[in-house]
């Protein structure tokens, strides 16, 4: 999976596993190595029949002899193997992972997309309850800054609902000051 951040890559592996019911493994090629990967191997190899997901976050920072340690496993079904990358796989992953992988490219999300996720998120009994109120036009600005990455638009909600003051009718605000203030001190 090839995308910028914040599109929902991991989401997505998830989302497959839960609909083929394998158990999801995952692994960061920022923190794993050779051994995490002969870990993951041996759980998903323990719990056959059951069929594994094995999701690899930041794939590319994988060397080449990290790569290679997947491809037995993925040519003898050990595990369905989904990597996750923001960089461009034809340059950054060996030609044998590539060979056995099909690469989905994902876009930015619409900002249609995010001004709905951002209400939901808002308007919610698992979210903020209703207890923030948006000013006019805030709204789209929160959308503007978010550039198409779901993580940042919820980042930036979560510390406006943070900075806003209660008013008269029990609702924070979340006004263009807050969200300025916002921008300012986290992203």
Do not use: C
């Amino acid at each position: 999976l090839w995308g910028p951040p914040g599109v929902g890559k991991t989401s997505f592996a998830r989302l497959l596993a839960d609909l083929a019911d394998y158990a999801f493994e995952t692994l960061s090629a920022v923190m794993a190595g050779v051994k995490d990967i002969r870990a993951a191997v041996d759980r998903a190899k323990a719990r056959q029949p059951q069929g594994t997901l094995l999701f690899v976050d930041e794939v590319h920072r994988f060397n080449k002899s990290q790569q290679d340690a997947f491809l037995p496993h993925i040519e003898d079904g050990t595990f369905i193997f989904v990597g996750a990358t923001t960089e461009n796989p034809s340059f950054e992953l060996n030609s044998a992972l590539l060979s056995r992988s099909r690469v989905y490219v994902l876009k930015d999300i619409p900002e249609e997309d995010l001004a709905t996720l951002i209400k939901r998120a808002i308007d919610s009994d698992a979210g903020l309850k209703g207890e923030i109120a948006l000013e006019k036009d805030v709204l789209h600005m929160m959308v503007q800054a978010a550039s198409g990455d779901a993580r940042r638009a919820l980042n930036i909600l979560e510390v406006a609902s943070d900075l806003a003051e209660q008013g008269s009718d029990g609702k924070r605000a979340i006004n263009a000051s807050v969200l300025e203030l916002t921008l300012q001190s986290s992203l």
